[in-house]
C-alpha cells in the first residue's frame, strides 16, 4: 500500500514562503505522476501543480510564477516551493500520486497566510 506524508505547512504571512515536502513509501515518485492539490474552505478541490513521469512540470494559474514543484528520487521526496504567498493561498494541500487506474492521497498539510 502506497502512502504519501505531506509536511511543511503552517502559518505565514503575506509575502513570505513554505515548502511543502510529501515523502512516499516505494519507488513511486519516478514512475507516478506526482501533483499537489489544495482546498480552501467552502471551495472545490483544485490542482495547484503536477509534474509528470517524464519531469514536465504543469502549474495552474495561481500557481504560475509563484510556485515550483520538484521532486528528489532518492529521496522518493515531492516538494512544493511556495514564494510570495498570498491570503487566497491559504487551504490545506495535498500530494497524489496518479498513474491511471492507481491513484492515491496523502492526508494534507494546512497552509494559512495571514497577518
Known amino acids: 500500500q502506497v502512502q504519501l506524508v505531506e509536511s511543511g505547512g503552517g502559518l505565514v504571512q503575506p509575502g513570505g514562503s513554505l515548502r511543502l515536502s510529501c515523502v512516499a513509501s516505494?519507488?513511486?515518485?519516478?514512475?507516478?505522476?506526482m501533483g499537489w492539490y489544495r482546498q480552501a474552505p467552502g471551495k472545490e478541490r483544485e490542482l495547484v501543480a503536477f509534474i509528470s513521469a517524464s519531469d514536465s512540470p504543469w502549474y495552474g494559474d495561481p500557481a504560475k510564477g509563484r510556485f515550483t514543484i520538484a521532486r528528489d528520487f532518492a529521496k522518493n521526496t515531492v516538494y512544493l516551493q511556495m514564494n510570495r504567498l498570498k491570503p487566497e493561498d491559504t487551504a490545506v494541500y495535498y500530494c497524489?500520486?496518479?498513474?491511471?487506474?492507481?491513484?492515491?492521497w496523502g492526508r494534507g498539510t494546512q497552509v494559512t497566510v495571514s497577518s
Open positions: 516505494g519507488n513511486i515518485v519516478s514512475t507516478y505522476e
Open positions: 497524489n500520486a496518479n498513474r491511471g487506474i492507481d491513484i492515491y
